[in-house]
């Protein structure tokens, strides 16, 4: 069955450094997303990519986050200057928009997640 | 979307059917139900989705009456596996907006 991957698993990172987070969403499909999870709390949505710009974005996401698809196949999130409050599971998630008279919403399939410590 | 509420939380004995009630008083027409499962540390995971009546699949089954203002997850025959957090999403079908909010979900503790 089709996946949703990600790297690193683990990231360690000083704060004020920029990281990159990668997915690779499951192949066929043309909607994007990243989630972030602070430990204990519940999952947020971040942002969602779709024909190669962002269509939503949440307050969460600001200036210092950045969305980009560099090929066919990878989507990442990158952090520009990390701060402590940035320390969460990062899950990317993949959808395939679905066509006028479908009976039902999309289905988003989640990646194994990153957990980004910051220090 | 509408708000959702569930339990905080659930204990069961393993080999029990399991229910998961979820409100969700101002669901609108084009709102679906969905049912995500997430391990520790791991993403979310799709479990089950429905618009009204019944919807059974491997996993579980999703019973949603006629007013739709709740729907019940129903596990049948839990095993320690299934210990985990489980969360209902109204799902609508906005064009070009596809933002998933979850809750808190509901803690399902299986119990040998």
């Known amino acids: ?8 698993s683990h990231q360690v990172t000083q704060m004020g450094q920029e990281v990159i987070l990668r997915c690779v969403p499951i192949s066929n499909h043309l909607y994007f997303y990243w989630y972030r999870q602070i430990l204990g709390q519940k999952v947020e949505f ?3 990519f779709y024909n190669n710009e962002i269509s939503e974005k949440s307050e969460i996401f600001d200036d210092q986050f950045s969305v980009e698809r560099p090929d066919g196949s990878n989507f990442t999130l990158k952090i520009r200057s ?19 008279g479908s009976l039902s919403t999309d289905t988003q399939y989640f990646g194994p997640g990153t957990r980004l410590t910051v220090l | 979307l509408a708000k959702t509420t569930q339990p905080i939380s659930m204990d069961s004995y393993e080999g029990q059917e399991v229910n998961i009630t979820c409100s969700h008083n101002n669901i609108a027409t084009n709102d679906y139900i969905t049912w995500y499962q997430q391990f520790p540390s791991q993403g979310p995971r799709f479990i089950i989705q429905g618009y009204k009546t019944k ?23 839990v095993s320690l596996s299934d210990t985990a957090v489980y969360y209902c999403l109204v799902t609508g079908r906005g064009a070009g907006s596809y933002q998933l909010t979850f809750g808190k979900g509901t803690k399902l503790s299986v119990i040998p």
């Open chain 2, 55 to 77: 919807v059974t699949n491997e996993v579980a089954s999703l019973f949603i009456p006629a007013d739709r203002k709740s729907s019940t997850l129903s596990l049948p025959r």
């Open chain 1, 1 to 8: 069955e089709p996946e949703v991957t990600q790297t690193p």
């Open chain 1, 46 to 48: 971040l942002v969602s």
């Open chain 1, 82 to 100: 990390t701060k402590l409050e940035d320390s969460a599971m990062y899950f990317c998630a993949s959808s395939v928009p679905l066509g006028p």
